[in-house]
């Protein structure tokens, strides 16, 4: 079994690309500089690991990126979109008259536009994939996504990318459905993380959990999520649906 995980450099991307390898999986880990971190995993698991560069903001990289997971993996699946910025800045906007148009771009490039074309670059592989078992699209999403779950505002840029990501893949389970593809979306709460780093201090849960062990949680429940699954935007820790 064959997986591609964006955002592999670092964060939950890393833990994943660990945790797949540890199931004995075969896994395009997709980087878009050079991670010292999956370098070294590589020479762990050199027949097994692939690194490959990709920039979600550039089609002919998504392209690229597909092209070389198929040659090395043949089909795919599982495809994990990981990768993700709050905001280039680092911090999303607390007031719309912070908004930038080339900031805003970059997170909905990098969050929708990137993983959605990357969903079509590999559809034919993860079709190939589901004539023997259906294959799973992943998506890492973000509490703030919810729009009855939004009492605090801000963060502008990063809310509508990934309340547009659930949209997606919750469009991608239905036509999915027809091809034995399913399509989750998986919210891990807060995690020790660059991402989170300037909001650790605000965490709303009781922990502050990390890479590692939502990695771990992660593949656990798309190891035992079936079609009666698909569609879902779900808490990993409490198993509950969040409220679109
Ligand atoms: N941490 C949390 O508390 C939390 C909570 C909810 C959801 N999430 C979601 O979890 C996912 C992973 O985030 P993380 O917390 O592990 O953060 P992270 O450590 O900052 O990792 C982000 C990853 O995305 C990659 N990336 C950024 N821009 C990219 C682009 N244009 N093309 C390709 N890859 C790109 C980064 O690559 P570089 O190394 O090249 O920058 C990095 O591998 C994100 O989708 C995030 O929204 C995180």
């Given amino acids: 079994m064959s997986a591609f995980v964006t955002g592999a450099s670092r964060g939950i991307g890393l833990a994943l690309v660990q945790g797949l390898l540890r199931q004995g999986r ?26 490959v560069k990709l920039d979600l903001t550039d089609e002919a990289s998504i392209k690229s990126a597909a092209a070389e997971a198929e040659t090395f993996a043949g089909d795919v699946q599982l495809l994990v979109h990981n990768a993700g910025i709050m905001h280039p800045s680092g911090r999303g906007e607390n007031s719309v008259s912070r908004l930038e148009f080339n900031a805003f771009s970059q997170v909905l490039a990098t969050n929708v536009l990137g993983p959605a074309m990357l969903t ?6 993860l079709r ?11 998506a890492v999403g973000a509490g703030v996504a919810s729009l009855q779950g939004n009492q605090a505002g801000g963060w502008y840029s990063y809310r509508a990318s990934k309340t547009a990501m659930n949209a997606f893949m919750k469009n991608l389970s239905i036509e999915g459905a027809r091809h034995k593809v399913m399509a989750f979306t998986l919210y891990p709460q807060m995690v020790d993380t660059a991402l989170a780093k300037p ?8 922990e502050l959990r990390t890479p590692e062990e939502t990695a771990e949680r992660m ?3 798309l190891q035992s999520f079936g079609p009666a699954d698909t569609g879902r935007f779900v808490n990993i820790w409490s198993k509950e649906d969040i409220p679109w």
Avoid: D
């Fill in 128 to 138: 190939a994939a589901a004539a023997t078992e259906p294959s799973k699209v992943v």
């Fill in 26 to 51: 075969r896994v395009v880990a997709a980087q878009r500089g050079q991670s010292q971190a999956l370098q070294a995993l590589h020479q762990e698991y050199p027949e097994r690991l692939l690194p």
């Fill in 120 to 125: 079509k670059a590999l559809y034919p592989r």
């Fill in 219 to 221: 593949l656990e429940l």
């Fill in 199 to 206: 909001y650790v201090k605000g965490n709303p849960y009781p």
